[in-house]
């Protein structure tokens, strides 16, 4: 699903997605909406053997705009599917619409628990005022929210109604840090959910959505009879834009985005992939799609870069990934079960469902026994873990750094790597604070990488070759540098190691130039030697 508007600079005024519309009759009644047609995936959704349904994505990939789309679906907004693929199918909207009420628990967020327990009184008091259904204030509020739904769907005309809910773990989300206001607010809300199942015979179709599982042991105890779609290799395309998206329906805009930065067709596409592509959803699909608020950014703006982190930065990840004395540069290859991110607890925060159900990791490989590999899914995540990471862990002391970077990341791209190595890589770990810890060259190596990663460098760590594992690979317009590291030793101990083993041959076939680079990290100084560098 795309929204869009249009590019005022363009001689023809080309529809371009936006991040402001999430309703989808405003977004077709507009008339600067583009739609990429996801229609005939919501069929299939709506008419699933089992009407009871959740599905969860990361922040930012469209979730509300599909229950605004499935709640015109339901109503039998038929004027508004022209030309998409449901207006030719034998959808009953079409002829009998039923009654939807559709609401977002974000109402019911409170920064206490009395506030809580207000606002979702009135949520169910505003649900009966839509209902034309009288709202007694008598019992407890999953009761007064049981009353409504029996009378809603007593008063509609088939019998049923349907009930879509977005956002249904914000109000737990904001107890995160507060175990005790957590505890109960997640039992209230158990009560309140379970009254869907307890009203199941009435709802025609009830969909769920969020951004995690993090209270599926306690609030999802009552509502058992939910079926999940969140890894239904059905629905692995149908929030966020495929790769074939991108050479169809979203072609022009990209057309756009290249002349504006000088690429042609495929590079620009590349380029647009590398950054927000990557997410898979299903564990038997391997079928990927973009963030589709970023790529829509990126093609509305004409630049490629991190517009994730603009849209909120989530805390509770970061002081996850330092609690569990990781960086981001580690995340990748993390190998766990499907159960494992199936359920996150709030109590014990599993770092790889937390990170996994947040968007910040995804499928990278299923193995033959099941096994999944999990991995950093593009640019634009991995650019802010890393910052994240950065900022929570140094939180106001990393001016010092910062600045760093900033010359770093200038010298990289003026004067190329030698100087980067010779001038900033030093001058980084000399500047390294005190709160952290660089006790191994594990840990010298992560933030190498980090730091690397942070000034944009073209760099991936720990690449195979036919005699060993090259500790990192950075590639600019200059040639392809390959590292070994070392902690408490000498620049020419992995200097020669590197040339030993030959860790630069696959690169060889290239027709830029192949570096081996030897680095040391010295602990007593808490700095890096000067690095070696000799061609291949």
């Avoid at 069929?43 to 349904?53: M, P, R, S």
């Avoid at 904001?174 to 009560?191: I, Q």
């Avoid at 159960?339 to 770092?351: G, I």
Wanted: with cysteine.
């Amino acid at each position: 699903m795309i929204y869009c508007v249009a590019m005022e600079n363009c001689e023809v005024k080309i529809k371009v997605p936006t991040t402001g519309v999430f309703d989808f009759p405003s977004l077709i009644l507009g008339g600067k909406g583009k739609y990429v047609d996801k229609t005939e995936l919501l069929y299939q959704l709506a008419n699933d053997a089992d009407q009871q349904l959740f599905i969860s994505r990361p922040r930012r990939f469209g979730k509300s705009l599909m229950l605004s789309t499935l709640k015109a679906m339901f109503d039998g907004r038929r004027e508004l599917f022209k030309g998409l693929a449901i207006d030719k199918l034998p959808w009953e909207g079409w002829t009998q619409p039923t009654p939807v009420y559709s609401f977002t628990m974000s109402r019911a967020v409170g920064g206490t628990y009395e506030l809580f327990r207000e606002q979702l009184t009135k949520l169910v008091k505003s649900l009966c005022e839509e209902a034309n259904v009288k709202y007694t204030g008598e019992g407890d509020i999953s009761g007064q929210f049981d009353d409504f739904l029996a009378a809603a769907a007593k008063k509609s005309p088939t019998g049923k109604i349907v009930v879509l809910i977005d956002e249904y773990d914000e109000p737990v989300a904001k107890f995160l840090d507060d175990l005790e206001t957590l505890k109960k607010v997640r039992s209230d809300l158990h009560d309140f959910y379970e009254k869907l199942k307890v009203n199941s015979g009435s709802i025609r179709f009830l969909m769920m959505t969020g951004v995690t599982k993090l209270t599926k042991l306690s609030i999802f105890s009552g509502l058992n009879h939910l079926k999940d779609r969140t890894m239904d290799p059905r629905f692995a395309t149908l929030l966020g834009y495929t790769a074939d998206e991108l050479d169809g329906p979203l072609r022009e805009n990209i057309e756009v985005f290249a002349q504006k930065n000088g690429m042609d067709f495929a590079a620009a596409k590349r380029a647009l992939l590398a950054w927000h592509d990557g997410y898979r959803f299903s564990p038997t699909s391997e079928a990927k799609v973009c963030n589709p608020v970023s790529l829509g950014s990126a093609l509305e703006s004409g630049e490629l870069k991190n517009y994730w982190e603009s849209t909120g930065q989530a805390t509770i990840v970061m002081n996850r990934i330092k609690a569990a004395d990781e960086i981001p540069a580690d995340l990748n290859g993390m190998v766990v079960d499907q159960l494992d991110l199936d359920v996150c607890d709030a109590e014990t925060m599993p770092l790889a469902a937390l990170l996994y159900q947040g968007g910040y990791l995804t499928i990278k490989r299923v193995r033959p026994s099941g096994r999944i590999d999990l991995g950093i899914p593009n640019e634009e995540i991995s650019t802010s873990l890393a910052k994240g990471y950065v900022s929570t862990l140094l939180c106001n002391g990393m001016s010092d750094w910062n600045e760093e970077l900033a010359d770093a990341q200038d010298d990289l791209i003026e004067k190329g790597v030698e100087t980067l190595l010779k001038k900033n890589l030093k001058a980084a770990f000399a500047a390294v604070p005190h709160e952290w810890h660089i006790g191994d060259e594990k840990e010298a190596k992560r933030y190498f990488l980090l730091f690397m990663k942070l000034i944009g460098a073209d760099i991936s760590g720990e690449r195979q070759s036919a005699r060993g594992r090259a500790d990192a690979v950075l590639q600019d317009k200059t040639g392809t540098y390959v590292f070994e590291f070392k902690y408490g030793k000498t620049a020419q101990e992995a200097l020669e190691q590197a040339k030993t083993k030959e860790y630069g041959n696959p690169w060889l076939v290239s027709s830029l130039p192949v570096f081996h680079v030897g680095v040391n990290y010295d602990p007593e100084k808490r700095g890096i030697d000067d690095p070696l560098v000799e061609a291949q």
